[in-house]
Nanobody, 123 residues
Framework: QVQLVESGGGLVQAGDSLRLSCAASGRTFSNYAMGWFRQAPGKEREFVAVISWTSSVTYYADSVKGRFTISRDNAKNTVYLQMNSLRHEDTAVYYC????????????????WGQGTQVTVSS
């Protein structure tokens, strides 16, 4: 089984940057599309970004497009989310996820989920 562990969250000021990391166990990491989702208190979990097996395809939610960048290093079994120009409304628990394809993962069709890491942006 694949286990996903997020790290890099914290408390920052509006306008600052953070980089989240997601470390995956298992021998088949490169077989999966990888993505990031987030959930604020009292809100539904929402899609943030996804990247394909070979990093050839990426997709971002409109709310983060131009500010966030997703990347992966298959040799290190790790996916990243670089978050720039953070806003108060970015405050949420961020979850790493793995799926069989980028389109299905974008729509919430994850096969594996991480436990999440808290990102808090002060206003």
């Amino acid at each position: 089984q694949v286990q996903l562990v997020e790290s890099g969250g914290g408390l920052v000021q509006a306008g600052d940057s953070l980089r989240l990391s997601c470390a995956a166990s298992g021998r088949t990491f490169s077989n999966y599309a990888m993505g990031w989702f987030r959930q604020a208190p009292g809100k539904e979990r929402e899609f943030v970004a996804v990247i394909s097996w070979t990093s050839s395809v990426t997709y971002y939610a409109d709310s983060v497009k131009g500010r966030f960048t997703i990347s992966r290093d298959n040799a290190k079994n790790t996916v990243y989310l670089q978050m720039n120009s953070l806003r108060h409304e970015d405050t949420a628990v961020y979850y790493c996820a793995a799926g069989t394809s980028s389109p299905s993962l974008r729509n919430g069709g994850a096969r594996f989920w991480g436990q999440g890491t808290q990102v808090t942006v002060s206003s």
